[in-house]
């Protein structure tokens, strides 16, 4: 099976809600793609949804040590590790949203991570970006509203 076949199957499991089989099909075949950061990714992603969240940290950490520079991955991986206090989530998402600017998910996370962490002006700006970006995206006010609570809304 290629890349594409596997992470296509994957998520075409994932988009019906089948979690299981979409992280058995990863698990699979993460052995014939150890270097690819796409596939350690999404087995993160899968896991975190089954609540194995140690193993889920596994694959985000090790996507991030294969230095990807897709933005998407990223910023997925910076998340999954964020949760955990991973000193590494902080570069990884800071790079997702200075290499792709134009991408809410991107800005949104990165917000998300400095409010986090109490940098709340910084948050705010990368916040507001991600609302402006896409301003009809549900999550945006959300995170913004999670991460500093009303009275900065």
Request: with cysteine; aromatic share 8%.
């Amino acid at each position: 099976m290629d890349l594409d076949t596997l992470l296509g199957r994957a998520i075409s499991l994932a988009d019906g809600g089948d979690w299981g089989p979409a992280a058995d099909v990863l698990r699979d075949n993460v052995a014939d793609f150890a270097d690819e950061a796409s596939v350690h990714c999404a087995l993160g992603v899968a896991e975190r949804e089954l609540g194995n969240d140690g193993v889920a940290y596994e694959c985000f950490k090790k996507a991030l040590a294969l230095q990807p520079e897709d933005p998407y991955l990223l910023a997925t991986a910076g998340n999954g590790v964020a949760w955990f206090d991973d000193p590494d989530a902080m570069e990884a998402l800071k790079s997702a949203a200075l290499l792709a600017p134009d991408v809410p998910l991107t800005r949104m996370l990165y917000g998300a991570y400095l409010a986090r962490e109490g940098f709340h002006e910084w948050a705010v700006e990368q916040l507001e970006a991600a609302r402006e970006l896409d301003e009809f995206d549900p999550q945006i006010p959300r995170a913004r509203h999670r991460r500093l609570g009303p009275q900065r809304l």
